[in-house]
């Protein structure tokens, strides 16, 4: 099993980043995908999560609005689209898989919101 995100750096306030995590190793369509992020010295929270028909989504509050989840079942990937970003969206973002028992962690990736 393997979730390898892809498409951090470091963007200006107000910049956009589309970040993805590719996905293999398990029936990608049956497992919930979800993206976390951790900030230095905070715990790691949910960003956004999309089911495995990709039908319904839910962000937390600070992403509606600029952040979309979405995912290609066909490539296995899951994106989230971040515009409008802040220097509090700075953070290590993880990708999730989940699927009653199993739980699938990616190795994040780093983004950084600064001018």
């Known amino acids: 099993v393997q979730l390898v995100e892809s498409g951090g750096g470091l963007v200006q306030p107000g910049g956009s980043l589309r970040l993805s995590c590719a996905a293999s190793g398990f029936t990608f369509r049956e497992f919930v995908m979800t993206w976390f992020r951790q900030a230095p010295g905070k715990e790691r929270e949910l960003v956004a999560r999309?089911?495995?028909?990709?039908?319904?989504?839910n962000y937390a509050d600070s992403a509606k609005g600029r952040f979309t989840i979405s995912r290609d079942n066909a490539k296995n990937t899951v994106y989230l689209q971040m515009n409008s970003l802040k220097p509090e969206d700075t953070a290590v973002y993880y990708c999730?898989?989940?699927?009653?028992?199993?739980?699938?962690w990616g190795q994040g990736t780093q983004v950084t919101v600064s001018s």
């Open positions: 999730n898989a989940l699927n009653l028992g199993w739980n699938y």
């Open positions: 999309i089911s495995g028909a990709g039908r319904t989504t």
